[in-house]
């Protein structure tokens, strides 16, 4: 390889072999410079550094340029001082825009693009069906309308607050507004681990109406034997459905869950392996349970017990249960949702039913797998039957009292 010098002090040349550029051989620049101090010979070598071919917009004069830049530097001390540290400095700048042009992404992303983009994509794959399915109900109906193109760093306080005020507006309930505000605080909190904002929730000061949204109604003995034939009329499986929710407690999505592995006839036993609370538990079969399960044909023990008639499993309860409760009239004259029966009640009848036949909150606590004595407590005003004869026992003494007036014609004082 020959080396050509150049008109520029410090810049030579050498041509590529066999290609051209113009109408002549391309070629390829290098600078020579010195590095250190030549006086006291510290440090002191010449490094030459190659730059480019012609080819690629280079010239004597150019390279000359660069060369001159690289002396200025190293004469006032400030910037690269070869063309090495040149290329770092420029490949650490390029990094630096791509982190900011990164960062600004991140930063204007929209509450719309990440719900879609990594929130819910990560519920998929964190959690129940059910749950993720019920939050992009609530971003696609309640939180997009109002926020969803909003930046998700400027979502506020007051978006919060609209999209609660746009739930109350539509008469929806306060719960189903908790319900809406807790997917908004848990895409918040995601977005925070994800290091695309910081601070609380915007929920956080946001007050929702008070409410009590806990079912009041529960069936009497007469209804329920009605519902129950009634069903049995017309589907043979829902009545099924119904008659274990009634006697045992069992939620509908446990049911739809039961595989016939889990059905222990002999000591009257149903072990629930997904219960909502996340932990099994056990539910225990009337003799009217075991006799259902006895007639139904068993199937392997990881195939499920209730299947609807295409062969796929229930997901919901059938509209024909609604259909049928609205025949039978239940719902006349009701207005009031926790007046309404639904299949959930059937669950809370049989809790009541034990209430007033006197067991113990704690022993109704355990067959419902409540997590919390708190929520079995609304059974409590069923079950005060020494309460309620205390209250009997104070009219007696109230009206022994007004007998021995009208007879000694003098008040009777109470012992205190």
């Given at each position: 390889?020959?080396?050509?010098?150049?008109?520029?002090?410090?810049?030579?040349?050498?041509?590529?072999?066999?290609?051209?550029?113009?109408?002549?051989?391309?070629?390829?620049?290098?600078?020579?410079?010195?590095?250190?101090?030549?006086?006291?010979?510290?440090?002191?070598?010449?490094?030459?550094?190659?730059?480019?071919?012609?080819?690629?917009?280079?010239?004597?004069?150019?390279?000359?340029?660069?060369?001159?830049?690289?002396?200025?530097?190293?004469?006032?001390?400030?910037?690269?001082?070869?063309?090495?540290?040149?290329?770092?400095?420029?490949?650490?700048?390029?990094?630096?825009?791509?982190?900011?042009?990164?960062?600004?992404?991140?930063?204007?992303?929209?509450?719309?693009?990440?719900?879609?983009?990594?929130?819910?994509?990560?519920?998929?794959?964190?959690?129940?069906?059910?749950?993720?399915?019920?939050?992009?109900?609530?971003?696609?109906?309640?939180?997009?309308?109002?926020?969803?193109?909003?930046?998700?760093?400027?979502l506020s306080e007051f978006d919060a607050r609209r999209i609660?005020?746009?739930?109350?507006?539509?008469?929806?309930?306060?719960?189903?507004?908790?319900?809406?505000?807790?997917?908004?605080?848990?895409?918040?909190?995601?977005?925070?681990?994800?290091?695309?904002?910081?601070?609380?929730?915007?929920?956080?000061?946001?007050?929702?109406?008070?409410?009590?949204?806990?079912?009041?109604?529960?069936?009497?003995?007469?209804?329920?034997?009605?519902?129950?034939?009634?069903?049995?009329?017309?589907?043979?499986?829902?009545?099924?459905?119904?008659?274990?929710?009634?006697?045992?407690?069992?939620?509908?999505?446990?049911?739809?869950?039961?595989?016939?592995?889990?059905?222990?006839?002999?000591?009257?036993?149903?072990?629930?392996?997904?219960?909502?609370?996340?932990?099994?538990?056990?539910?225990?079969?009337?003799?009217?349970?075991?006799?259902?399960?006895?007639?139904?044909?068993?199937?392997?023990?990881?195939?499920?017990?209730?299947?609807?008639?295409?062969?796929?499993?229930?997901?919901?309860?059938?509209?024909?249960?609604?259909?049928?409760?609205?025949?039978?009239?239940?719902?006349?004259?009701?207005?009031?949702?926790?007046?309404?029966?639904?299949?959930?009640?059937?669950?809370?009848?049989?809790?009541s039913w034990h209430a007033e036949s006197g067991t113990d909150?704690?022993?109704?606590?355990?067959?419902l797998g409540h997590g919390s004595i708190t929520l079995t407590?609304?059974?409590?005003?069923?079950?005060?039957?020494?309460?309620?004869?205390?209250?009997?026992?104070?009219?007696?003494?109230?009206?022994?009292?007004?007998?021995?007036?009208?007879?000694?014609?003098?008040?009777?004082?109470?012992?205190?």
């Open positions: 390889m020959k080396w050509i010098k150049t008109n520029f002090r410090g810049v030579r040349y050498h041509e590529h072999p066999t290609r051209k550029h113009g109408v002549k051989m391309d070629q390829y620049f290098t600078i020579r410079y010195a590095l250190g101090d030549k006086v006291n010979r510290e440090d002191y070598n010449i490094k030459e550094e190659g730059l480019g071919w012609a080819s690629q917009g280079w010239t004597a004069a150019k390279a000359y340029d660069r060369l001159r830049e690289l002396k200025e530097n190293k004469k006032i001390g400030q910037g690269p001082q070869t063309l090495a540290e040149k290329r770092d400095l420029l490949k650490k700048h390029k990094e630096a825009e791509k982190d900011e042009m990164e960062k600004q992404k991140k930063e204007n992303v929209t509450l719309k693009h990440y719900f879609y983009n990594s929130y819910y994509p990560d519920s998929k794959i964190n959690k129940k069906e059910d749950s993720y399915l019920h939050e992009e109900m609530h971003f696609r109906l309640w939180i997009d309308p109002v926020a969803g193109k909003k930046p998700l760093k400027d609660v005020k746009s739930l109350l507006d539509a008469d929806k309930t306060p719960r189903t507004a908790q319900y809406v505000m807790a997917t908004l605080r848990q895409i918040w909190n995601k977005a925070r681990r994800d290091k695309i904002v910081i601070g609380d929730s915007p929920t956080r000061n946001v007050k929702i109406p008070k409410f009590d949204n806990k079912r009041q109604r529960f069936l009497s003995h007469a209804e329920a034997d009605l519902l129950l034939k009634t069903l049995k009329e017309k589907d043979e499986s829902i009545y099924k459905m119904a008659l274990l929710s009634l006697h045992t407690g069992m939620r509908a999505s446990e049911i739809f869950k039961l595989t016939w592995g889990c059905i222990d006839t002999e000591r009257g036993l149903i072990t629930i392996l997904d219960a909502k609370s996340g932990h099994g538990r056990p539910a225990f079969m009337t003799d009217k349970i075991k006799k259902m399960f006895n007639e139904m044909k068993r199937g392997k023990n990881d195939a499920l017990v209730f299947i609807q008639r295409k062969g796929t499993s229930y997901t919901e309860i059938p509209t024909l249960f609604r259909d049928i409760i609205t025949d039978l009239k239940f719902h006349e004259n009701v207005s009031d949702a926790r007046q309404r029966v639904c299949f959930h009640t059937l669950r809370h009848t049989m809790a909150l704690y022993i109704i606590k355990e067959l407590e609304r059974y409590s005003h069923l079950s005060n039957g020494a309460l309620q004869e205390a209250t009997r026992g104070f009219e007696k003494a109230i009206n022994r009292t007004g007998q021995k007036k009208d007879q000694a014609g003098q008040v009777v004082n109470f012992k205190k």
